[in-house]
């Protein structure tokens, strides 16, 4: 069981209130939309603190707003595992919605939730799931946090909108729709430590839920975001990983560190759009296989790193592994791509395991192991790229590119 909160030592701080003081009850019947409000508001009028939540199933049909300065607190100290003990939030609130506004927890300026299991009762996995608002909201909520949470099975997990300095940290569990959201930030943001994998639902074998999340869920998306950070984060079976994309707000810069996805039936990474200052990857382990009995609607061949026609900020990928896939990347961007001292395994079969159609591309100091007796294909450089670079990889088997008259290419010390 993880360690849970010293809760006697918390409540004899004048800052910190009990919900169950305010009418509140954890037997799993009871709606506890108004005491919990109204605890949070009481604090919040004292200038701020902490609403402590004992363990328990606490039941709801509305929504909950957590004012500035605030923090709902329950009993765990680090990410819950499930809904069998502990601070259990189960929501029936939002059920065929999906409008952000009406998301059951709203979050605002300086407030903090921690230490909770967040369930969806009605979401059952025996059918196509059921839409629902996001779980957590952020909206104007700068300096706002979302720490030691288990979001078992929501439709979408954390929106996040117009909150410089936001930090998301241990958030663990399986969202449906998307895991996190991001846009409209416009200072330094933290994602760290948080893994969506189907613990959940690793009891349920229908393939009509299970196909949805491979065919339509993404664990990561990015819109507008200044100087993102991310660490430690990881996606397993969804359709695209990490996804980053243009709203009407712009697109991200950002450093990403020790990330991962495995198992993803479309790509690891889609980039639809990065800032011109750029995305860096570091030390990422991205890992894929095929099925279409899980994932109805494909595209095919996959890959890793997918980066589409219209972006146009540059992307570094320095010391990554990659393994079972078509193809490693696919380039159609008018883009810079550089990957450096990062691994490359096992693609698919007569398929090269970087294919560029545009934009310039640098592959420096990397290792190439291919698993196909009857396959040696490395690269396959189209007459859009522009530039391109090979220099100081290692081959184990000779290197084979098929390369278009037009592209300029500067190969060589390769082994």
Known sequence: MPPQLNYRALLQTEFAVNVLDYGANGN???DNTDSFNKALLDIHSKGGGYV???????????QITIPNGVTLIGTYQSVPAGIEYGTILLVYYGRNKIN???????????STIKGFSIYY??????????????TIYLNNSANAAVENINLVNPYIGIWIYNSPR??????????IMIGVYVDMIGDTARIENTHFVPNWEEGCHNMTYRSFISTYGRAFVFGRSDWQYVFNTFSFTYSIGYHFIETINGATNGNFLGIGADGCQNHSIKI?????????????EF?????DTICITCTWPKSHIYISTDNIGPVTFEGCSFWLSDNIVRLYGNSALIVSNSHFAWWGENQPAIYAQNGTLKVI???FMQKHESNNYHFELKSGLKKAIIVGNTFDKPLNASIDSHVQTAIGYNL
């Open 52 to 62: 402590y939540v004992p363990s328990g199933n606490y039941l709801f049909y509305g």
């Open 28 to 30: 799993g019947t009871f």
């Open 365 to 367: 100091g990397c290792n």
């Open 166 to 175: 936001y930090f998301v940290n241990k958030v663990e569990g399986e969202p």
């Open 272 to 284: 639809d759009q990065i800032q011109f200052n750029g995305l860096l990857i570091t030390n990422g």
């Open 287 to 291: 890992a894929a296989y095929y099925s």
């Open 121 to 134: 009762p009605q979401q059952i996995c025996n059918s196509v799931p059921v839409q629902y608002p996001p």
């Open 100 to 110: 952000e506004t009406l998301s059951f927890i709203v979050m605002n300026l300086d």
